[in-house]
């Protein structure tokens, strides 16, 4: 098969890149958590502390300023201080470090897919409610394989993400407040509702194991569509990597145990009333993810306990493929 091991500076870059931006998100989250700003303000000759809840300029009131008050606005003014000094720094640090990783020509994600990724987190959507499915998940894999998986195409043009939440929690970011954050242009289209397209017809899909759909929000669109082969993702042990994406930018995926994508994949190139131009791309997909996984994960084993697990659906196609043997 086609693998190419990462240099030993492609590998330091991959870990670099991924401390800086955990350095980068845990700031952004917590500068978002506290007031978006504060101030002072007199009413009918006397003092208010005010809460400025968003940048329409908004206000709540948090009650006369006393020394309780005027401690808690110079406080606050200082932790904003610092996390936005720690924010930029922060912010130089990843992007010298993502200039590092696309010099080295390392596997990178669409930016429009990045965008994305990078709300879902900052929300805490990513991982709690969702996951990145299809072709995209190639990236994150070649980083857990530390090498190019050559085999596997992972040229696309459209973004799929899964929702994994078992139960609706209206406390929790919606999928379509992420969308609209990234780019207020995105629509539902109408004949495929579990589709969103932005001005730039850039399209993200939708899906969900029968056993999720419960997990999405009544009021949240696009409502995914309900594939029992979904369920299969589920399975085994994901995936949590940062990679690079074009534009110079970073982003976080969590993409589903390697195994169980790639044996769906090879189940997805011989289903029936799947599109006969993707069956070719899902079969070498499928075929060239087990062989890195053979070749470069052990610690998700394919072995006889592993067969064990699996449904009779996917039996068949995990045989077939061991049978070719290495390098086949």
């Known amino acids: 098969m086609a693998l190419e091991a990462f240099s030993d500076e492609q590998a330091r870059v991959i870990v670099n890149l991924e401390q800086a931006y955990q350095v980068w998100m845990e700031t952004l989250r917590t500068l978002n958590d506290i007031p978006y700003n504060m101030r002072i303000k007199e009413v009918s000759g006397r003092e208010y502390l005010y809460e400025v809840t968003d940048r329409a300029g908004n206000m709540r009131s948090r009650g006369p300023l006393d020394p309780d008050k005027q401690a808690e606005f110079e406080t606050y003014k200082t932790e904003k201080a610092e996390l936005k000094d720690r924010l930029a720094q922060s912010k130089k640090t990843l992007k010298e470090q993502a200039s590092l990783y696309r010099a080295l020509r390392l596997p990178m994600l669409p930016a429009e897919g990045g965008k994305i990724l990078r709300e879902a987190d900052r929300m ?145 190139a011989e289903k029936p009333g799947r599109n006969p131009q993707k069956k070719p791309k899902d079969r070498k997909q499928g075929i060239a993810l087990l062989d890195a996984v053979r070749q470069t994960m052990p610690h998700y084993p394919l072995d006889a306990a592993f067969f064990g697990e699996l449904p009779e659906a996917l039996k068949p196609h995990f045989e077939d493929w061991e049978a070719r043997g290495p390098g086949q």
């Open 124 to 268: 805490r959507f990513l991982g709690e409610q969702a996951m990145v499915v299809g072709t995209n998940a190639l990236v994150a894999y070649a980083l857990e394989a530390n090498a190019f998986i050559r085999d596997a195409p992972d040229s696309t043009l459209d973004f799929d993400m899964a929702l994994t939440a078992t139960e609706a929690d209206t406390t929790r970011p919606t999928l379509w407040k992420v969308l609209k954050e990234v780019d207020m242009t995105y629509t539902v289209n109408a004949e495929r509702p579990f589709q969103a397209r932005n001005a730039k017809a850039y399209e993200v899909e939708i899906l969900s194991a029968p056993s999720r759909i419960g997990g999405q929000q009544a009021r949240d669109k696009p409502r995914p569509v309900a594939l029992p082969e979904q369920e299969w993702l589920l399975n085994g042990r994901p995936i949590d990597r940062v990679v690079g994406v074009y534009g110079g930018e970073v982003a976080r995926m969590i993409v589903p145990d390697p195994r169980w994508f790639a044996l769906q994949k090879l189940w997805m």
